[in-house]
Nanobody, 122 residues
């Protein structure tokens, strides 16, 4: 397991962009799969995007191409760039890490951050 720290959430208007960052305090993302999930109260955690740090393989839930996940190995950080945000994107966004490629499979991730709130007003 690793200690994950998310940042970059906030309150924005519809159409705006946000960049979420997930950092591993040990800088050991080199062999992990990292993903972003989101959750609203009363609903299950929803997969957003995942990336395998070693080879850059990515997987996205349908977001009409508005979201992009990327990794900066030198900083030990995974970024989720979110463009043209809509009110339905409002949620708490969680970063998760796995020693394997777990894609959208929630139980495959053994490390989770505390979450960062994204609120999009109409």
């Amino acid at each position: 397991q690793v200690h994950l720290i998310e940042s970059g959430g906030g309150l924005v208007q519809a159409g705006a962009s946000l960049s979420l960052s997930c950092k591993d305090s040990k800088g050991t993302f080199s062999s992990f799969g990292v993903a972003w999930f989101r959750q609203v109260p009363g609903k299950e955690r929803e997969f957003v995007a995942a990336i395998m740090v070693d080879d850059g393989n990515t997987l996205y839930e349908q977001s009409e191409g508005r979201f992009t996940i990327s990794v900066d190995k030198t900083k030990g950080a995974v970024t989720l760039q979110m463009n043209n945000l809509q009110p339905e994107d409002t949620a708490t966004y969680f970063c998760a890490a796995s020693p394997y490629w777990s894609g959208s499979y929630v139980p495959g991730y053994d490390s989770w951050g505390q979450g960062t709130q994204v609120t999009v007003s109409s």
